[in-house]
């Protein structure tokens, strides 16, 4: 039971000081503010994380494994419902797309890109994890556009790791401005224009079809 309550009480550190992160960025979130907040000790605080980078370390971690559960179910029901890697992708971006839309209020923003701007108030080791979490995002997208490639020849010569990052670009992209602009359609109407882009380039032209 103590376990239990101490892993509510990190998660509920965790969920505050992202919150805040994503409002005014890590610099001006205070340690007293999210004890406050979480209402817990100084003590309390230090027995999850032993200090700031710590804290940034912990939020890069959950933000990973919370995004990478996100695109595993939306890719892999866009691949359920078509075999071939290429319709299956594209149904995997409307299914993000529409997952995007959906979401009450405006998307929160992404820790990532928070971090890059304030990257000097980190230590190596959450730089490094930072620049990890965007080469995972390359492998990724990556391993599903050479999949597709294999069956399916692009239009114009394409370097599908370069196609990759174009993905990752377009949906932090998308939510930078989305949040920018306070209009949450923007990221999945952008979603969709790749969905089209990707459509046009693997997808033979419609007289050879028959």
Same mark, same amino acid.
């Given at each position: 039971? %103590?376990?239990?309550?101490? #892993?509510? =009480?990190?998660?509920?550190?965790? *969920?505050?000081?992202?919150?805040?992160?994503?409002?005014?960025?890590?610099? *001006?979130?205070?340690?007293? #503010?999210?004890?406050?907040?979480?209402?817990?000790?100084?003590?309390?605080?230090?027995?999850?994380?032993?200090?700031?980078?710590?804290?940034? &370390?912990?939020?890069?971690?959950?933000?990973?494994?919370? #995004?990478?559960?996100?695109?595993?179910?939306?890719?892999?029901?866009? /691949? #359920?419902?078509?075999?071939? +890697?290429?319709?299956?992708?594209?149904?995997?971006?409307?299914?993000?797309?529409?997952?995007?839309?959906?979401?009450?209020?405006?998307?929160?923003?992404? $820790?990532?890109?928070?971090?890059?701007?304030?990257? /000097?108030?980190?230590?190596?080791?959450? /730089?490094?994890?930072?620049?990890?979490?965007?080469?995972?995002? &390359?492998?990724?997208?990556?391993?599903?556009?050479?999949?597709? *490639?294999?069956?399916?020849?692009?239009?114009? +010569?394409?370097?599908?790791?370069?196609?990759?990052?174009?993905?990752?670009?377009?949906?932090?992209?998308?939510?930078?401005?989305? /949040?920018? =602009?306070?209009?949450?359609?923007?990221?999945? =109407?952008?979603? %969709?224009?790749?969905?089209?882009?990707?459509q046009l380039l693997f997808?033979?032209?419609?007289? =050879? $079809?028959?």
């Amino acid at each position: 039971m %103590m376990r239990g309550r101490g #892993e509510a =009480t990190r998660e509920r550190i965790l *969920a505050i000081a992202e919150s805040a992160v994503l409002a005014k960025g890590f610099g *001006a979130t205070s340690i007293e #503010e999210l004890i406050a907040e979480a209402g817990i000790t100084k003590s309390g605080f230090f027995y999850h994380f032993h200090d700031k980078n710590a804290l940034a &370390r912990a939020l890069l971690e959950r933000y990973m494994e919370r #995004e990478d559960v996100l695109l595993d179910d939306v890719f892999a029901r866009g /691949r #359920e419902l078509a075999g071939d +890697p290429l319709h299956g992708f594209l149904a995997g971006l409307k299914l993000l797309a529409e997952t995007m839309s959906d979401l009450p209020g405006d998307y929160p923003g992404c $820790l990532v890109a928070t971090y890059c701007y304030q990257e /000097r108030l980190f230590d190596r080791g959450v /730089r490094e994890l930072n620049r990890r979490i965007v080469l995972h995002w &390359r492998a990724r997208f990556s391993a599903i556009l050479a999949e597709i *490639a294999e069956h399916h020849a692009p239009r114009e +010569p394409v370097d599908t790791q370069a196609l990759a990052d174009m993905v990752s670009t377009i949906i932090e992209g998308g939510l930078v401005l989305g /949040r920018a =602009t306070r209009d949450p359609q923007l990221l999945p =109407t952008q979603l %969709m224009l790749l969905r089209h882009y990707v459509q046009l380039l693997f997808e033979p032209p419609a007289e =050879t $079809l028959h």
